[in-house]
Nanobody, 126 residues
Framework: QVQLVESGGGSVQAGGSLRLSCATSGDAYSTWCMGWFRQAPGKGREGVAVINTRIGGTVYTDSVKGRFTISQDNTKNTLTLQMNSLKPEDTAIYYC???????????????????WGQGTQVTVST
């Protein structure tokens, strides 16, 4: 069984930074791929960034490239998302997710991810 617990959300002004953390537990196969997803008010859930925990490869959605960084700390079983230069359109509930790989690859589509955290709110004001 995989458990994911997010922390680090909050409110910040545009241009500011936040760091999200996800404490993880579970078998290595089920946490091969891990990622961050978000859901803004009135919109569907979208992938923000994912990481292949075996090789460290990452994928980002275009809107956050150069601003957000996903990383893992295997010694602490923690997934993080460093968010810089935040914009009001980044306002959303952010979810940590985990899933198995597809032939060794991790995609940014949510259907690959079986386990989800409870979410943490990020609000960016002008």
């Amino acid at each position: 069984q995989v458990q994911l617990v997010e922390s680090g959300g909050g409110s910040v002004q545009a241009g500011g930074s936040l760091r999200l953390s996800c404490a993880t537990s579970g078998d290595a196969y089920s946490t091969w791929c891990m990622g961050w997803f978000r859901q803004a008010p009135g919109k569907g859930r979208e992938g923000v960034a994912v990481i292949n925990t075996r090789i460290g490869g990452t994928v980002y959605t275009d809107s956050v490239k150069g601003r957000f960084t996903i990383s893992q700390d295997n010694t602490k079983n923690t997934l993080t998302l460093q968010m810089n230069s935040l914009k009001p359109e980044d306002t959303a509930i952010y979810y940590c997710a985990a899933g198995s790989s597809r032939y060794g690859y991790c995609y940014i589509g949510e259907d690959q991810y079986k386990y989800w955290g409870q979410g943490t709110q990020v609000t960016v004001s002008t």
